[in-house]
């Protein structure tokens, strides 16, 4: 796995949101994600749960950036939704020489920010991406992701043909496709310190349909 360095990562609310904020309308979101929460976190005390959306950039650069919303005050066991009012970091963008975009591809993740601070320190390793103590990780995404890309997509394996923006894409057994009506479900488990999640070999390996 190419992924092998220490990285602190800060956690940003930017993609929920109101749509009026000081009285100025905002106009549209970019995208409205619906999901549902599957399976439960055992019987472990849950002190700051966050529904996240951890940004890679899994082929061309060693670096991994995060942007993770809170759960909206809703119950892990049930379904949530939220808005996309902002593009991705910069930095988590890349550009795919095959493609001409630049995109960035994000995991739906759950964690709680045991500590309240705010932030969390992760350790990729062979086994996952490590969050570290005293914070947890508690969900994944485990076949849906968050792909942006700044121009049309048309031919450029594996992903199907998309217009610009953003779009929830499905990755299992080797087939890469779109979820059309932006749909996310995302597996809970008991609190662990990996999010055991292959998004590198997922899409690597996948073929549109």
């Known amino acids: 796995m190419i992924w092998r360095r220490l990285l602190l990562v800060s956690l940003l609310a930017t993609a929920c949101g109101d749509a009026v904020v000081d009285g ?9 994600v619906e999901g549902v929460f599957r399976g439960n976190t055992g019987d472990a005390t ?9 940004w890679s950039t899994p082929w061309f650069e060693e ?3 995060a942007t993770l919303t809170p759960i909206l005050a809703t119950p892990l066991s049930s379904n949530f939704s939220f808005e996309i009012w902002d593009l991705p970091p910069i930095s988590a963008t890349f550009l795919d020489p095959f493609c001409g975009a630049w995109l ?4 739906f993740v759950v964690y709680d920010d045991v500590d309240e601070n705010g932030r ?8 996952g991406l490590r ?8 969900g994944l995404g ?5 792909l942006y890309t700044n121009r049309a997509l048309e031919g450029c394996e594996p992903f199907p043909d998309l217009d610009a923006g953003f779009h929830v894409i499905l990755a299992y057994d080797g087939w890469v496709g779109r979820s059309e009506k932006a749909y996310v479900e995302i597996s809970l488990f008991p609190p662990q310190e990996f999010f055991p999640f292959s998004v590198e070999e997922e899409l ?3 073929s549109s349909p």
């Open 24 to 32: 100025d309308y905002r106009g549209e979101p970019h995208l409205r």
């Open 46 to 54: 849950i002190r700051s749960p966050h529904l996240g959306i951890l």
């Open 63 to 65: 670096r991994l950036e």
């Open 104 to 107: 960035a591809l994000g995991t």
């Open 120 to 127: 969390v320190e992760m350790e990729l390793e062979d086994e």
């Open 131 to 138: 969050i570290l103590a005293p914070d947890t990780a508690l």
């Open 142 to 146: 485990e076949v849906h992701y968050l």
């Open 204 to 206: 690597r390996s996948g």
